[in-house]
């Protein structure tokens, strides 16, 4: 009898308890941590102090650095290319060729599909912070969502969040939060009224929106959720700031600290990295002095390269191109993870390894003890979780990452290679100092083609990527071309809609000129 206690005993360990459809195991760090995603928005690779070799008064960024430095800074941390799919891939934990590859607008529907029919995830996926929420966190996002709108179940709280204060579009004023129009019939004739994009939990942000710079209500709100949450209960917080994030608008006082600067693109934009990093040191400083620091894990992410195109402001150097494009400077992002959770012997290192915004789905139920396997996905013929567990590397068990491959869409990164399949834009490098006098606009008007012959590149050991060596590597170049087309043959684009008129007519009719769900 008292081998079958072991093995009972055993069996619990390995194959965990079933629950309301979930599968509960031990969570990776024994305790369950509280958990703080930060997805800042168009964040440049030159555009934060750790990324300059030589420092420069124009970025002033000594909270990011100092987190970094505590931490684990990911040097090889891949998202896509734009917004919505970095976001999707995020939230739901698959890549984004198993997701969602399109910047759409939130108002698409395709009556046709009922699962698939909408802007970025698919109603049937089961998002991050349901999984965590099934495991006794408590949940809350703040900031930008731009991971769909159409009905309640795109929401976050329709992902599993508590609680949510932000906007569901790519972007809106940081100061009346209004994006886009819809027509109003008239008797003589229709006109357009601008709609607002601000939601909180259940509804419109009725009271809010007009008040204060966008940041700073945003600010105020992640203050309240750490300073009333119980530390007895593990926390989940997803703080998705619109900064940096066009239209490039910041307080005067910050502007004023940069007045030095002559381009007036670049001066707002580091204005506002410095808006951020301030809430980056009150964040921190909530959580030493709530006496949870020793139990978080902090995750900062940029969701795409900084967009160096005309009115983008950001710089990528010294990484070839931006935003909008697949070389480094588009996909490679600024990334790191810190905390009281990360081992004192893993502090203050570079990790080399490969890690995609997917796999901090799966990392983040590992440490929460739940299992990433999402059954209604599966139910509904969707793709499976792409996520992997990188705790193992954080904790300093394994320092092999369990990413061996990024599809890019199209391209792909293995190994310490690099294929590129398209017409690239963008195929140039700026300077230290961007947009400058030279380019005052910005944009990088070289152009590559890589569609007819494939280009390709050993990011490892030219990570700038300047010698295309697919004449002199050809098995490599196969190798490559053979990898991509497997990904390829599992892309997942269903048929998303069109921009529906219900989503007016509810933002008119039902929110009172307030953008919001649609459909049931």
Not at 79 to 98: D, E, N, T, W
Not at 373 to 387: C, H, S, T
Not at 481 to 503: C, H, K, S, V, Y
């Amino acid at each position: 009898m008292q081998g079958s206690y072991v093995v009972v005993a055993l069996c619990v360990a390995l194959c965990g308890t079933m629950v309301n459809g979930e599968r509960f195991v031990e969570p990776a760090a024994g305790a369950k941590p509280h958990i703080i995603m930060i997805l800042v928005d168009d964040w440049g690779w030159a555009n934060v102090g750790y990324h300059r070799q030589t420092p420069t008064k124009e970025v002033q960024t000594p909270n990011f650095d100092a987190l970094c430095k505590q931490g684990i800074e990911l040097d090889q941390h891949y998202a896509y290319q734009f917004c919505s799919p970095s976001r999707s891939s995020l939230m739901s934990g698959r890549l984004p060729i198993h997701v969602n590859i399109l910047n759409a607008p939130p108002t698409l529907y395709n009556p046709k599909d009922p699962v698939s029919g909408f802007a970025a995830i698919p109603r049937n996926m089961t998002g991050m912070a349901a999984k965590l929420k099934s495991a006794g966190y408590a949940t809350h996002h703040v900031g930008k969502w731009d991971a769909g709108m159409a009905t309640p179940d795109h929401t976050p709280i329709g992902r599993g969040f508590d609680s949510t204060f932000g906007y569901f579009h790519h972007d809106n004023d940081y100061y009346t939060e209004q994006i886009g129009q819809c027509n109003v019939p008239g008797k003589q004739r229709n006109h357009s009224v601008p709609i607002t994009d601000l939601w909180m939990t259940e509804g419109p942000g009725v009271g809010f929106n007009g008040t204060v710079y966008e940041e700073e209500m945003f600010k105020k709100h992640v203050m309240n959720v750490l300073g009333n949450h119980s530390v007895d209960t593990p926390l989940f917080l997803y703080y998705a700031p619109h900064i940096v994030h066009t239209p490039l608008q910041v307080p005067q006082s910050y502007q004023d600290r940069y007045a030095f600067i002559d381009d007036m693109d670049r001066r707002i934009y580091h204005a506002m990295v410095a808006y951020l990093d301030d809430v980056i040191g009150n964040i921190t400083a909530a959580l030493h002095e709530r006496d949870m620091w020793n139990d978080t894990l902090i995750v900062v992410s940029s969701d795409n390269g900084g967009p160096e195109y005309a009115g983008g402001g950001a710089n990528n150097f010294p990484l070839r191109g931006g935003k909008l494009t697949n070389w480094q400077g588009g996909v490679r992002v600024n990334a790191f993870a810190s905390g009281g959770m990360i081992p004192a012997a893993m502090r203050g290192q570079k990790y080399e390894g490969l890690v995609a915004l997917a796999d901090w789905y799966a990392t983040f139920c590992s440490l929460a003890g739940v299992d990433k396997f999402d059954e209604r996905a599966k139910d509904a013929n969707l793709p499976p979780v792409d996520g992997l567990d990188m705790w193992p590397m954080l904790s300093g068990q394994n320092m092999t990452s369990p990413r061996t491959e990024v599809p890019l869409s199209p391209g792909l990164i293995s190994g310490g290679y690099k294929i590129l399949v398209s017409r690239m834009m963008q195929a140039g490098w700026t300077g230290p100092q961007y947009p400058n006098k030279t380019k005052p606009a910005g944009g990088i008007a070289a152009r590559m083609d890589c569609s007819k012959q494939n280009c390709l590149f050993n990011i490892k050991e030219d990570p700038e990527e300047r010698n295309n060596i697919a004449d002199s590597q050809p098995d490599v170049l196969k190798h490559m071309q053979g990898r991509l087309a497997t990904w390829e043959a599992t892309f997942f684009n269903p048929d998303r809609g069109i921009a529906w008129p219900g989503a007016c007519e509810t933002a008119l009719d039902k929110y009172g000129g307030y953008w919001g769900p649609f459909l049931p």
